[in-house]
């Protein structure tokens, strides 16, 4: 039977009430088979913030006492507070070995980074397990053991043949009713090493699994209840898309719709596994489904930004752009979008006029 493939993002996870309100979505999932954690808001950024200190040889203690603590809170109120402390021992020992390298490299960085999703999993596994009248046997999956990847830290590739051939062995053992719950944006090359995807990367982890497991479907559970035409933020009068096609949610990602990971459909496309997001703190209200493959159906459905050092990338993405007659320095074309140069930098002042331009 093809299973479900879910995935939470670092809000839905930030504490033990946003937990519980996942453990909601989980029981109203049906043939789920997978559900994906990303870490809890914010812990990713400690960590590089963690790491930096450590290059320049600063004491990291504070900030790592923090983080700790913080989880230590979610533990407590969801009492699983002693396994909590010995995943930490482990987690403190592996910062010593870190800290004891003369030269801190990228790889060095991504075992660091991989202590976000590891807590995050960890206590979201133990939740689940401790669930009565779940119809699911919970099993924590390693990451590292299934998603491998070449050795490029912090922006690593994934191998899907040898992810598939991991998944079959998985596939192999499971019972029918087995949830697994995994790390997102972690993996592993081929010499065990820690890996990242890059960052956001955790729903590409989602989508590389359904591929590999031939899912029926994924669910990225976020705190916005789709995809816009813009952020929705920034932009109250946003709307949002109902549906999209696998190439022009890419186009929305990469040209900086931050609420999927630009990498994401890339592995549903052949199986043609549809993808829905959805707000973890409101399913009922539906949400954006991606699938598909046709180019730009509609008219202009998308207005996306990205910062740069020198001022904003603005992204007009649809149907008919090509024909705008658009006075501002236009750095990139291509089929259903158009990127121009912005030397402002106040976001919600340009993406306003900008809207209220082109979407009234
Ligand atoms: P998660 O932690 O769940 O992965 P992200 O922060 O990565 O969530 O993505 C969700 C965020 O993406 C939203 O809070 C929203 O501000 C932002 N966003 C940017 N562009 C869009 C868009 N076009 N549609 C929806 N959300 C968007
Ligand atoms: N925790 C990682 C990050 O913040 C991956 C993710 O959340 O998607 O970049
Ligand atoms: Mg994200």
Redesign the pocket.
């Known amino acids: 039977m093809k299973k479900v493939v879910a995935?939470?993002?670092?809000?839905?996870v930030r504490d033990a009430n946003a937990l519980r309100d996942c453990v909601r979505v989980v029981k109203d999932t049906a043939d789920l088979g997978v559900v994906v954690i990303?870490a809890t808001?914010n812990t990713t950024n400690e960590l590089e913030e963690l790491f930096s200190l450590l290059k320049k040889g600063e004491d990291e203690s504070a900030l790592w006492g923090a983080l700790k603590e913080r989880h230590r809170i979610m533990a407590r109120d969801l009492c699983c507070e002693e396994a909590f402390e010995n995943l930490i021992t482990t987690l403190e020992a592996e910062l010593i070995q870190i800290r004891e390298n003369a030269e801190l490299s990228y790889e060095h960085r991504d075992h660091l980074l991989s202590f976000g999703e590891r807590i995050s999993s960890q206590l979201f596994a133990w939740v689940l397990s401790k669930e009565q009248n779940l119809p699911y046997q919970v099993e924590l999956l390693d990451a590292t053991t299934v998603i491998k990847t070449d050795s490029t830290y912090g922006m690593a590739f994934p191998q899907e043949e040898l992810i598939l051939e991991r998944v079959q062995l998985l596939k192999g053992r499971a019972q029918d009713n087995t949830l697994f719950v995994t790390q997102g944006f972690l993996g592993a090359d081929s010499l065990g090493k820690r890996t990242t995807l890059g960052r956001?990367g955790?729903?590409y982890t989602a989508t590389l699994l359904a591929g590999a497991f031939d899912a029926k479907e994924v669910h990225?559970?976020?705190?916005?209840d789709?995809?816009?035409?813009?952020?929705?933020?920034?932009i109250e009068r946003?709307r949002?898309?109902d549906t999209l096609s696998y190439r022009e949610a890419t186009l929305?990602a990469k040209a900086?719709?931050?609420?999927?990971?630009p990498k994401t459909l890339a592995p549903l496309k052949e199986k043609k596994i549809p993808l829905r997001?959805g707000k973890t703190k409101a399913p009922q209200e539906g949400g954006t489904w991606v699938g598909g493959d046709h180019a730009c159906s509609k008219d202009l459905i998308?207005l996306?930004l990205k910062e740069r050092s020198d001022g904003l990338i603005i992204t007009l993405i649809g149907h008919g752009v090509e024909s705008l007659d658009i006075e501002q320095s236009e750095i990139d074309r291509g089929e259903c979008y158009r990127s121009f140069y912005h030397p402002a930098k106040d976001i919600q002042d340009v993406l306003n006029l900008w809207y209220e331009r082109y979407f009234s």
């Open positions: 995935k939470f993002g670092g809000s839905s990303s808001y956001e955790s729903d990225i559970w976020t705190d916005v789709g995809v816009y035409t813009a952020d929705p933020h920034i946003a949002r898309l929305l900086g719709a931050k609420v999927l990971f997001v998308g996306t």
